[in-house]
């Protein structure tokens, strides 16, 4: 959405000054985050990093002249609640693009129910859920959704081999109950005993719950040798106490997201020195740097938060297609997606000194490719990425990487399981 500010520019051509930079009008695009519920920590940010990267490409000249700003809603970790906010943004305030949710039962009533029936640009940063491939394949997202994380269908392979190298070789489950949570499961299950692993117990569970004692009791049956805990912080720090508290054996598999601070001190650093994870990776570019340097002091935020470093790419890459993007509706702005990724382009980073640059080529018409924070991004016609996995542990009170499996390991291990 464009919205002129004033007579500022008209102004400035009649006296022969040179054009404001980001100033004389605005480009507004809709933020949906989970600023509060179980997802609240990862919500916040993401909306942060998605300010940050509006605020760096403002500093550069912003897109066509005007400057990019967000008009940020509350999705409260409810898929109701999204849609209804989403259906403001686009009905209403009529933006061009809607960067979010965070969680896959948040993103995808917004992408069924708002910005696939109006072809409305959506940009997921975190939503891992299969389902979100499944729409596109079945031609129900209109080409109109990405997202900046890699697919859950990729990260139930990595967990599985990363489980079994960790010695988890009897495991209980316990999942959200939600299609994040579902699919997860189904992916690392499939994987972990085609691997060799056997799932002793299946638990889902839902969501705000006072207390889980009942499901971490059914966990239990079978004696496992450690619990795969797919959750988010809030819950799943309630859960894992459960399952400490009446003799779970303190060994965990977590699922991304779960690396929290949030987390670790709820369920207390001692308990966790057995907790291994994977989350979607890095491949780390000078905008990994960058980020790693200056997000801390515009956000108070760790950079390490699992949404931060996705949400700000997903926040330079909406806003470098809408100033590569030939008008400002939404079928321009997802064409330009591809072109700011574009494998022949002139490589670009975070910040303001290499997007001057970005938008200095786009007037010319040349091609850039942005390499992210989280590295180079390219999307398939789905809006999906391939990445590596992050492998990680917690130690003393800290994540601590252990390793990565790239996207070539991946993919052998998805080999050998349909073998």
């Known amino acids: 959405m464009v919205k002129l500010m004033g007579t500022t520019a008209a102004l400035a051509l009649l006296l022969g000054a040179a054009p404001a930079r980001a100033a004389d009008c605005s480009i507004v695009v809709g933020v949906v985050m989970e600023l509060t519920g179980p997802a609240g920590e990862y919500g916040q940010a993401g909306a942060k990093s998605v300010e940050m990267a509006f605020r760096d490409l403002n500093d550069a000249g912003g897109a066509h002249g005007c400057k990019l700003v967000t008009d940020t809603r509350d999705s409260q970790s409810a898929g109701n609640v999204a849609v209804d906010v989403a259906t403001q943004l686009v009905q209403v305030k009529k933006v061009p693009?809607?960067?979010?949710?965070?969680?896959s039962s948040v993103s995808i009533p917004i992408l069924t129910s708002v910005t696939a029936p109006a072809k409305v640009v959506q940009v997921s940063p975190?939503?891992?859920?299969?389902?979100?491939?499944?729409?596109?394949?079945?031609?129900?997202?209109?080409?109109?959704?990405f997202r900046t994380i890699t697919s859950d269908a990729l990260q139930g392979v990595a967990a599985a081999k990363y489980a079994l190298d960790q010695g988890f070789k009897?495991?209980?489950?316990?999942?959200?109950?939600?299609?994040?949570?579902?699919?997860?499961?189904?992916?690392?299950?499939?994987?972990?005993?085609?691997?060799g692993g056997e799932i002793v117990s299946v638990t889902p569970y839902n969501e705000k719950q006072s207390s889980y004692q009942a499901e971490a009791t059914a966990a239990m049956s079978g004696d496992p040798d450690g619990l795969y805990l797919i959750s988010t912080p809030v819950d799943g720090a309630t859960i894992a106490r459960a399952w400490i508290s009446q003799g779970g054996v303190a060994k965990f598999l977590l699922n991304d997201g779960m690396n929290s601070p949030d987390f670790i001190t709820s369920v207390g650093a001692k308990y966790l020195n057995e907790a291994y994870g994977t989350s979607s990776g890095t491949s780390p570019t000078a905008s990994t740097e960058y980020f790693n340097a200056n997000y801390k002091a515009f956000s108070n935020i760790d950079p390490a938060n699992p949404a931060a470093d996705?949400?700000?790419?997903?926040?330079?890459?909406?806003?470098?297609?809408?100033?590569?993007?030939?008008?400002?509706?939404?079928l321009t702005i997802r064409d330009a997606i591809f072109k700011i990724e574009d494998p022949n382009g002139t490589v670009i980073h975070a910040?303001?000194?290499?997007?001057?640059?970005?938008?200095?080529?786009?007037?010319?018409?040349?091609?850039?490719?942005?390499?992210?924070?989280?590295?180079?991004?390219?999307?398939d016609k789905y809006g999906d990425i391939t990445g590596p996995f992050r492998l990680w542990k917690i130690a003393d009170g800290k994540v601590t990487t252990t390793g990565e499996m790239s996207t070539a390991d991946v993919n052998g291990l998805i080999a050998k399981i349909a073998k």
């Open 126 to 145: 975190a939503s891992s859920s299969p389902t979100l491939t499944a729409l596109g394949r079945d031609g129900k997202s209109n080409g109109i959704f």
């Open 351 to 379: 910040g303001k000194a290499d997007f001057e640059r970005a938008l200095s080529l786009l007037k010319e018409g040349k091609p850039i490719r942005y390499e992210g924070v989280i590295g180079p991004v390219s999307f």
């Open 97 to 103: 693009v809607i960067i979010g949710g965070i969680i």
């Open 170 to 195: 009897r495991i209980a489950v316990i999942h959200v109950n939600n299609d994040f949570g579902a699919n997860l499961f189904k992916e690392f299950a499939r994987a972990y005993k085609a691997l």
């Open 310 to 330: 996705r949400s700000y790419d997903a926040g330079a890459i909406v806003g470098l297609a809408i100033a590569a993007a030939p008008t400002q509706e939404p």
